[in-house]
């Protein structure tokens, strides 16, 4: 009898996961005919939509990150409007995702908030403000990142790719700019990426993993760069908090509510936080993406309530990418959830280690032959984590030393990203 009811149980468990993985092949099969009658939509709209181009275009078209209380997207935004000349036409799906005034270069915002995640009505209505932006465009531009690959979000990857192969069907230079490539990219996000290459548009990815993932991936227009971040010009800000650091080594700490999402973080960095107390430095705990899908301010706090040390701070709200340059300037080294406060550690020459989590972060200290900086969260974190900031504290000065030796070379990478356009 026990025999029998396991068999049925086995059979359940057997029959569950063959439903969930036909599910999950429906899914992709949908995302890819949408994507593909998206982009015969496109074409079909294109025929018959009047308007003549420019006879000198002069602008250009970034479609930006979803931003939205992100500091990477934030940078990446600056980045690219302070290193090409000319006015940049930005798309976003509402003004209030970024901070303006930071943004140094000659800019107009573009509000189009159904051109990438809306749809019917809606979305063709912002599509065609999308293809008259395209008239005086000398050049359009997609920031990558690591939404290009359908991790995150498969149909807003496809939309990209779409919205981008319209642009090079129209005769202006289109790139996707420094981002990464899965190892397992979504189907559908790899079809509609291929589509638009073979129209021309230009693949630039962010480090040497991407780079090989998409060759064998045998997409076209492959060029390998850097992230566009090590490009920010990472101008002071006279921030507060800086000024008010204390001689003593600062060590900056993000936890990421992405990553805690799959670990509890707060169990897992208790461990490596209490040695650094015990090793006399101040912690500055720094959110780096505040919003409701996301929040590291939440996850922050309970950190900052767990240790009740007077040498723990907590930064309470979004810093800008230049505040983040002028803490930097305080720090011995960075623990980070999340990649780009890392980049912007890496600009400043300071070691940061890293939670990778996708693939991503082992290809960007290949760059930098520090391997050991990136860690895979998902395996014995406290142990881990502890020790791999053990081996940083020691080996601090050696790691500037490796991080200053290849830098210039990783910020000429990341400039090829607007070559070109200035």
């Not at 000398?138 to 192969?165: C, E, F, W």
């Not at 390998?224 to 003593?248: K, Y």
């Not at 940061?352 to 930098?368: C, D, I, R, S, W």
Request: glycine share 8%.
């Amino acid at each position: 009898m026990g025999e029998e009811m396991t068999a049925r149980s086995d059979g359940a468990v057997a029959v569950k996961k063959n439903v969930k993985s036909v599910l999950k092949k429906l899914r992709v099969l949908q995302i890819r005919a949408i994507g593909f009658a998206e982009a015969s939509m496109y074409r079909a709209i294109l025929r018959v939509s009047r308007g003549s181009k420019a006879t000198a275009p002069s602008s250009h078209v970034l479609i930006a990150a979803p931003g939205g209380g992100n500091i990477g997207d934030q940078a990446m935004l600056e980045s690219f409007v302070g290193n090409v000349d000319g006015t940049v036409q930005v798309i976003v799906r509402s003004e209030s995702d970024f901070v303006w005034d930071t943004v140094s270069g000659t800019y107009e915002v573009a509000v189009l908030p159904s051109l990438l995640y809306g749809n019917g009505a809606a979305h063709i209505r912002d599509f065609k403000r999308y293809l008259r932006l395209l008239l005086d465009a000398t050049s359009v531009s997609v920031i990558g990142a690591d939404i290009m690959d359908g991790a995150y979000n498969p149909k807003a990857s496809v939309r990209r790719s779409n919205l981008i192969m319209v642009a090079a069907k129209q005769g202006v230079a289109a790139r996707i700019l420094g981002f990464s490539w899965n190892e397992s990219p979504h189907p559908a996000a790899s079809a509609a990426l291929k589509r638009a290459t073979g129209l021309g548009v230009r693949l630039f990815l962010r480090d040497p993993i991407s780079f090989a993932r998409a060759q064998r991936a045998q997409l076209g227009g492959c060029s390998l760069v850097a992230d566009t971040v090590f490009s920010h010009p990472m101008s002071s800000s006279g921030r507060d908090i800086a000024d008010e650091a204390e001689s003593r080594n600062v060590v900056l700490v993000n936890a990421s509510a992405l990553v805690h999402r799959r670990v509890d973080l707060v169990e897992g960095y208790e461990p490596m936080l209490r040695f650094l107390l015990d090793r006399l430095y101040k912690v500055v705990l720094v959110p780096h993406v505040i919003r409701p899908n996301g929040d590291d301010l939440e996850l922050l706090r309970r950190l900052h309530e767990k240790l009740n040390d007077a040498d723990v701070e907590l930064v309470d709200r979004l810093m800008s990418p230049a505040e983040i340059s002028d803490l930097l300037t305080h720090a011995r080294f960075v623990i980070t959830g999340r990649m780009h406060l890392g980049i912007l550690a890496l600009r400043m020459g300071v070691p940061p280690v890293v939670l990778a989590t996708q693939g991503k972060v082992e290809g960007l200290f290949e760059m930098f032959g520090t391997p050991e900086l990136a860690l895979n969260p998902y395996e014995k974190l406290s142990t881990e984590l502890l020790d791999r900031v053990q081996y940083v504290d020691v080996n601090a000065d050696a790691l500037r030393e490796s991080i200053a030796a290849k830098l210039s070379d990783v910020v000429e990478l990341s400039q090829n990203n607007f070559r070109g356009l200035a």
